[in-house]
């Protein structure tokens, strides 16, 4: 009597699963559309393009910019030529990754003197992200850093 050996049917069993699974991937696949691109794709990149350029314009000013937290008070330094221009304008995001109920936005306004932005606010301890966005003599800028905010 010839023994039988298990590798034909090892062998057959083994491709059996592997098209079972090349053929459940491609039904997955099909079945999930994925959008890579934006239907208004060009004009998000140009929006992009705009961010962009806020940035490289700051770049010349990062010595004069700075975010500090100290007790129940944000302190945020602009550059002083931007701020004391009859037409600045300018916004601040106080974002908290963790939570977006305590996001904040708020304005600022032009001042004649060299002192930091002083808000008086108390920030949760943890992580929070600060943006700054504001337009001085016609020209938009954009900074954004980091703050974490230890527990007391």
């Known amino acids: 009597m010839a023994k039988i050996h298990p590798w034909p049917a090892t062998i057959i069993a083994y491709f059996a699963i592997v098209l079972c ?54 302190e945020v330094r602009l550059p002083s030529a931007h701020t004391s221009s009859s037409d600045f304008t300018g916004a601040l995001w106080i974002y908290r990754p963790s939570n ?3 996001d904040q936005k708020l304005d600022l306004k032009a001042k004649q003197t060299q002192e930091p932005y002083r808000i008086e606010m108390e920030l949760a301890p943890g992580l929070w992200r600060i943006k700054a966005n504001w337009q001085s003599e016609g020209e938009e800028y954009f900074f954004e850093d980091s703050l974490v905010v230890e527990a007391m």
């Open 21 to 74: 699974g090349v053929a459940a991937l491609i039904v997955h696949s099909l079945r999930n559309n994925v959008e890579l691109v934006r239907s208004d794709y060009y004009a998000a990149e140009v929006q992009y393009q705009d961010q962009i350029d806020r940035i490289k314009r700051t770049e010349p000013f990062k010595n004069e910019i700075g975010v500090a937290y100290a007790v129940q008070h944000l």
């Open 100 to 102: 977006a109920t305590l």
